[in-house]
């Protein structure tokens, strides 16, 4: 007898993953939003990466607008294709980048500093419930570990650095949150996709 909670990754009938099933019910291909959603990271961890040393009020605007685009993607993403699994966590997750971007872009006079409090919040917030979530999942639940637990360290690296560093390394901690979720995201949309 076979199991049925073994995770689709390691399962080389996908068929008994309860997201394909609900995937082949529903109607039309929403696979792409998942695609989506992990191409539009990874262009926006290309971004934060090509503009690393902008100040203030760019930086602000420049992760504000990215955060509200990520977030306005996790929760189309979280509300479609991920319906059987992960889709309160990533709709939570959305609304949280939508907060954090809502309020980098409102303030950026505040400057860097607020953003990098701001954006460390967001990634401890964030990787607490992935890690949370994780321990419950009975699918992905290497890569939400993974996901959870880099996001709480990078974001501990913000909170507690100096205000300098905070901003030295701001682009590049948000670059590899996005980057390694943007891999996993586009990673099961293939897998859907072949299902």
């Known amino acids: 007898m076979q199991r049925t909670d073994v995770d689709p990754l390691l399962e080389p009938n996908v068929h008994r993953d309860p997201l394909v099933r609900e995937m082949e019910r529903a109607p039309g291909s929403t696979w792409g939003w998942v695609m989506a959603y992990g191409v539009l990271l990874i262009l926006a961890a290309l971004i934060v990466l090509l503009n690393p040393l902008v100040a203030g009020v760019a930086t602000g605007l420049i992760l504000g607008v990215i955060l509200i685009v990520a977030g306005v993607a996790a929760v189309a993403a979280g ?4 319906s059987s699994r992960a889709r309160w ?23 860097a500093l607020s953003l990098v409090i701001a954006i460390g919040l967001w990634l401890v917030v964030s990787g607490v419930f992935q890690i949370a979530f994780a321990l419950k999942a009975r699918h992905d639940k290497g890569w939400r570990l ?50």
């Open 79 to 82: 509300w479609t294709s991920l």
């Open 89 to 111: 966590t990533e709709i939570l997750l959305g609304v949280l980048a939508l907060l954090a971007g809502i309020f980098a872009v409102a303030d950026p006079v505040a400057g």
């Open 146 to 195: 993974l996901l959870g637990v880099l996001d709480v360290v990078l974001g501990m690296v913000l909170l507690f650095s100096s205000a300098a560093t905070g901003l030295a390394f701001l682009a590049i901690i948000v670059a590899i949150s996005l980057t390694v979720r943007a891999v996993f995201l586009i990673q099961l949309a293939l897998l859907l996709k072949r299902s």
